[in-house]
C-alpha cells in the first residue's frame, strides 16, 4: 500500500534530550513537511524539502532539525533546545514539488505525540 | 501572519443537518483546500478550489470560493455522524511554497 509512515506513535523526551521522529513515503513524492499540531489549534510549519538534499525552515523552526538524504524519508529531530515539545507532529507529502510550483493536495501521515516526561 | 480564519471554530448539529463552515484569507490564493481531521490522526485531503473557480463539488461536499471577499466555505449536506471531525482550509498563497493551515472547525454531529 502507497502511503506515509509515521514512528513511533507515542514518544517520551526526557529533559536536555534529543529525539527523532521518523517519516517515511513510498508515494515518489518530491515535496515532504513536518507540522506541529498544539491541541485546538491548526497546523504551523516546522520544516519543508522541495527536493533531495535541501529543506527550508518554517514558521517555528528552533529547535528543530531535519535531513533528507533520500527522497523517501525526512526525519525530524526534536532538540534538547526546544522548551516546549509536547505537540501532535505530523509529516506530509506532495507531488509536484520544484520551488515556485502550485502547491497541490498534501497527503499525511497519522502523526507521533510527543511527551515531555 | 498569513494564516486563515475559519469559523465558527465549533459546531454542532443533528444528524441529516446541513453544516456548513466558512475560511476567510489575506492575500492572492492559487488555491484553497479543505482537510478532515479525525481526534488523533492525520489529515485527509477533501478537495482542492482553485482561484479562478468559483464553486466545486465532491460527493456531500459543496465548497465554494469568492476572491473578491477572500474567503471560501465547505458545505456538508446530510450530515452523518460519521462527519464528525474536526475540518481545516488550507490556502496556497501565490509566491509561496507551502501551505498555510486555519485553526479548525470542529463538528460534532448528533445521533
Known amino acids: 500500500d502507497g502511503g506515509i509512515t509515521q514512528s513511533p506513535k507515542y514518544l517520551f523526551r526526557k529533559e536536555g534530550q534529543n529525539v527523532t521522529l521518523s517519516c517515511e513515503q513510498n508515494?515518489?513524492?518530491?515535496?515532504m513537511y513536518w507540522y506541529r499540531q498544539d491541541p485546538g489549534q491548526g497546523l504551523r510549519l516546522i520544516y519543508y524539502?522541495?527536493?533531495?538534499?535541501?529543506?527550508q525552515k518554517g514558521d517555528i523552526a528552533e529547535g528543530y532539525s531535519v535531513s533528507r538524504e533520500k527522497k523517501e524519508s525526512f526525519p525530524l529531530t526534536v532538540t534538547s533546545a526546544q522548551k516546549n515539545p509536547t505537540a501532535f507532529y505530523l509529516c506530509?507529502?506532495?507531488?509536484?514539488?520544484?520551488?515556485?510550483?502550485?502547491?497541490?493536495?498534501?497527503?499525511f501521515g497519522s502523526g507521533t505525540q510527543l511527551s515531555v516526561l | 501572519s498569513q494564516q486563515g480564519e475559519e469559523d465558527p471554530q465549533a459546531l454542532s448539529i443533528q444528524e441529516g443537518e446541513n453544516a456548513t463552515m466558512n475560511c476567510s484569507y489575506k492575500?492572492?490564493?492559487?488555491?484553497l483546500q479543505w482537510y478532515r481531521q479525525n481526534s488523533g490522526r492525520g489529515l485527509v485531503h477533501l478537495i482542492l478550489?482553485?482561484?479562478?473557480?468559483r464553486e466545486k463539488h465532491s460527493g456531500r461536499l459543496r465548497v465554494t470560493l469568492d476572491t473578491s471577499k477572500k474567503s471560501s466555505s465547505l458545505l456538508i449536506t446530510a450530515s452523518r455522524a460519521a462527519d464528525t471531525a474536526s475540518y481545516f482550509c488550507?490556502?496556497?498563497?501565490?509566491?509561496?511554497?507551502?501551505?498555510?493551515f486555519g485553526q479548525g472547525t470542529r463538528l460534532t454531529i448528533n445521533p
Open positions: 506530509a507529502s506532495s507531488s509536484p514539488g520544484g520551488i515556485g510550483s502550485t502547491n497541490e493536495k498534501l497527503f
Open positions: 508515494l515518489n513524492h518530491d515535496a
Open positions: 524539502s522541495q527536493i533531495v538534499n535541501d529543506f
Open positions: 492575500t492572492s490564493i492559487n488555491n
Open positions: 478550489i482553485r482561484s479562478n473557480e
Open positions: 488550507a490556502t496556497d498563497y501565490s509566491g509561496a511554497q507551502k501551505l498555510v
